[in-house]
């Protein structure tokens, strides 16, 4: 079955809506995680430190047990602290000032020439790199070119479509850049905006290896608790194949 790696984001917007705390930390969110059968944690350290900040990224990297995805923008900041704290794995992904969640995939076309220095930074210090893009098959092939270990394929063109028509059609490329990205032996993930509800599409889509869930579970966890969230988003991702 594939795996799902956890974005524990949220829960440290939920610590920012009251200023001077320190819970919930989103730490504890990772242990809950982990325990519930989670094959790894994802967190994005923003430029403006909207949310998680440097002092949970450390602090994960000390306690993740499975393995610990930093998603961040590709730049010599960044790449200064990937460096140091040396995640398990770096996914590159647009930043927007302006944006309240990534609103797609990093654009190949323009960015290839200094994104491949950045992946090639990171991989010669032993950091497999993804890299976040929309289901094209020309991002793919770019992303192969510039040496990428993986790619992340977002799904919030998906997610967002609001016809049959418009939700098959997305699918169909989803489906057919986890091929192509199959065949030129990189890792395929997928994610952005999946829900309880909507990752039930991807049945049968073998090829992705990993789906990374963040705010569907989060917010699942208020009610129920982390590891029930956890484990129900998992048992719906073990009936896809």
């Known amino acids: ?50 949310h998680i900040q440097d002092n949970d990224l450390k602090i994960l990297r000390n ?51 200094a994104i491949s220095e950045c992946v090639a930074t990171l991989q010669n210090a032993g950091i497999p790199v993804s890299i976040f893009i929309d289901p094209e098959p020309e991002q793919v092939k770019l992303a192969h070119k510039i040496h990428a270990s ?26 057919n850049c986890a091929i192509l990205a199959n065949k030129l032996k990189m890792k395929v993930n997928a994610g952005h905006g999946l829900c309880y509800q909507s990752i039930k599409a991807f049945k049968g889509i073998n090829e992705i290896s990993e789906f990374s869930i963040g705010h569907s579970i989060i917010a699942r966890a208020v009610m129920v608790g982390m590891e029930r969230a956890v484990k129900d988003m998992i048992a719906l991702i073990k009936d896809l194949r």
């Open 1 to 50: 079955m594939a795996g799902l790696a956890v974005n524990v984001d949220h829960v440290a917007t939920l610590r920012k809506a009251r200023e001077n705390v320190s819970y919930p930390a989103p730490v504890y969110a990772a242990v809950l995680a982990e325990l519930a059968g989670a094959d790894g944690i994802v967190i994005h350290l923003r430029e403006d430190r909207r």
């Open 63 to 113: 306690i993740v047990q499975t393995k610990l995805i930093l998603e961040m923008a590709a730049t010599s900041e960044m790449i200064e602290i990937a460096l140091s704290v040396k995640p398990d794995v770096v996914t590159f992904v647009p930043e927007k000032r302006s944006e309240l969640t990534t609103e797609g995939g990093l654009n190949l076309l323009i960015h290839a020439n």
């Open 150 to 175: 993986m790619v992340e394929l977002h799904t919030g063109s998906f997610v967002e479509a609001k016809t049959k028509t418009k939700k098959e059609k997305v699918l169909s490329d989803i489906r």
